[in-house]
Nanobody
Framework: QVQLVESGGGLVQAGGSLRLSCAASGYTFSTYHMGWFRQAPGKEREFVAAISRSGVTTYYSDSVKGRFTISRDNAKNTVYLQMNSLKPEDTFVYYC?????????????????WGQGTQVTVSS
């Protein structure tokens, strides 16, 4: 059974940092590209970052580029999202997701597996 379990969310003041983790199980982690998305209540889920199978190539949305860093540890079956210089507008539920193809990393509908999400709240 495939599972993606996010952790590390919480409440932080503006300017602070958080590191999200996503632990994967039930499939061969190193063969899937991984992504992070975020969603506010009543809004569409949006792309945040993605990373290739090997971890060599990364992708970011313009809104987080330079502040967030995605990484992965294939030995631990875990993908991370280091979030620095957080702003109140980064307040969302954050989701990790896995995609085998790698051709549609910005596209929500092309991901194969999803986690349940973790709440990040940034206070001003």
């Amino acid at each position: 059974q495939v599972q993606l379990v996010e952790s590390g969310g919480g409440l932080v003041q503006a300017g602070g940092s958080l590191r999200l983790s996503c632990a994967a199980s039930g499939y061969t982690f190193s063969t899937y590209h991984m992504g992070w998305f975020r969603q506010a209540p009543g809004k569409e889920r949006e792309f945040v970052a993605a990373i290739s199978r090997s971890g060599v190539t990364t992708y970011y949305s313009d809104s987080v580029k330079g502040r967030f860093t995605i990484s992965r540890d294939n030995a631990k079956n875990t993908v991370y999202l280091q979030m620095n210089s957080l702003k109140p507008e980064d307040t969302f539920v954050y989701y990790c997701a896995a995609q085998y193809s790698g051709n549609y990393l910005y596209t929500i509908g092309q991901y194969d597996y999803w986690g349940q999400g973790t709440q990040v709240t940034v206070s001003s």
